[in-house]
């Protein structure tokens, strides 16, 4: 492999380490809430959702001036759109507790934002394995892992939205909780999508 195609994959690992970063720290947040701080906490949230837009615009512009990509240039460009829109996702879910004043966590969101950093950092695992993908032992049980943490979210999510129902007898509390839970449950998604779309990649090119 030509050196400079290591950038799109040093690039796309990078990616994948900042959303580990936003999901650890949506889980500080979480674990340390104060809704007198949300302001700081999404600051500081925002911060890490504008490094992961530099990167996607980083391989934006080298995609555009490259005669020659490692796989086709569509491929990664989708890749990065993807990896970003999971950053994105994790930044939109704690700007939901300052939209419906959150003022207590529930403890199943807690446990949500912490299989999130769990799928991170499985999707910084198979980046890192990205690039030899026709020689990794190891990518595709890390994508069917992956696929598995988005079943325990399922459960999650499940388990979460039932509760919220049998036990809060205050209806703007359920309408924003129920809002909440479904933009984690987007977030799990989101993840199982890059693995999926990373997937459908390396059949591609083998």
């Known amino acids: 492999m030509a050196k400079g195609d290591k950038f799109y994959f040093e690039n796309l690992e990078k990616c994948t380490g900042i959303a580990k970063n936003a999901a650890e720290y949506l889980v500080e947040c ?8 949300i302001s700081e906490m999404l600051g500081k949230m925002h911060q890490i959702e504008h490094s992961a837009d530099m990167k996607k615009h980083e ?11 490692p796989i086709d240039r569509e ?5 990065s759109r ?3 829109d999971v ?4 930044e939109e879910i704690l700007q939901k507790f300052y939209i419906y004043d959150i003022k ?4 199943s969101a807690i446990e949500f934002a912490e299989r999130l950093v769990k799928s ?16 990794s032992k190891k990518i595709r049980s890390l994508i069917i892992e992956i696929n598995d943490v988005e079943e325990e979210c399922d459960r999650i999510y499940l388990s979460a939205m039932r509760e919220l129902t049998v036990t809060s007898k205050d209806a703007l509390e359920i309408i924003s909780w129920r809002k909440i839970y479904e933009i984690f449950e987007e977030c ?3 993840c199982e999508h890059v693995s999926d779309c990373i997937d459908s990649v390396i059949m591609k090119n083998t």
């Open 75 to 79: 491929d990664l460009d989708m890749l």
């Open 30 to 37: 979480l674990k340390n809430y104060s809704s007198d701080n």
């Open 87 to 90: 950053i994105d996702t994790i």
């Open 188 to 190: 799990a998604d989101a």
């Open 104 to 107: 207590k966590i529930h403890p």
């Open 120 to 135: 991170c950092d499985l999707l910084q695992a198979v980046m890192g394995e990205f690039e030899s993908f026709k020689k």
């Open 82 to 84: 993807i990896l970003d």
């Open 59 to 69: 391989m934006s512009e080298a995609l555009a001036k490259a005669f020659v990509t």
